[in-house]
């Protein structure tokens, strides 16, 4: 199966930035979109940014916009999540997830079937 492992999560004050990174393995990684997920305690997960497989489409969620930049680098089987800017809001545990099909610029958030196993971030007030 492909796995997804994140890391660069941390405590951070507000209005500070961190890089989340993604690396991937185990299936073709430049083929597939992906996205970034988030669930805080006691809450959903919900949808945070998605790039396309070929990096030219991006989606974010409006709470992020003009703060939060997805990007990937297939040669190095990562993509990533620049949070600037960031609110104690944003505190939550951070996953990235693949579609489960190749080649799809704007997959349903629900086909998103391939899960790391998180990365918390805590912003301070």
């Known amino acids: 199966q492909a796995q997804l492992v994140e890391s660069g999560g941390g405590l951070v004050q507000a209005g500070g930035s961190l890089r989340l990174s993604c690396v991937g393995s185990?299936?073709?990684?430049?083929?597939?979109?992906m996205g970034w997920f988030r669930q805080a305690p006691g809450k959903e997960r919900e949808f945070v940014a998605t790039?396309?497989?070929?990096?030219?489409?991006?989606y974010y969620t409006d709470s992020v916009k003009g703060r939060f930049t997805i990007s990937r680098d297939n040669a190095k089987n990562t993509v990533y999540l620049q949070m600037n800017s960031l609110r104690p809001e944003d505190t939550a545990v951070y996953y990235c997830?693949?579609?489960?099909?190749?080649?799809?610029?704007?997959?349903?958030?629900?086909?998103?079937?391939?899960w790391g196993q998180g990365t918390q971030v805590t912003v301070s007030s």
């Open positions: 997830a693949a579609d489960t099909l190749p080649y799809r610029s704007a997959p349903p958030i629900t086909d998103y079937g391939y």
């Open positions: 185990g299936r073709t990684f430049d083929r597939y979109t």
């Open positions: 790039i396309s497989w070929s990096g030219s489409r991006t």
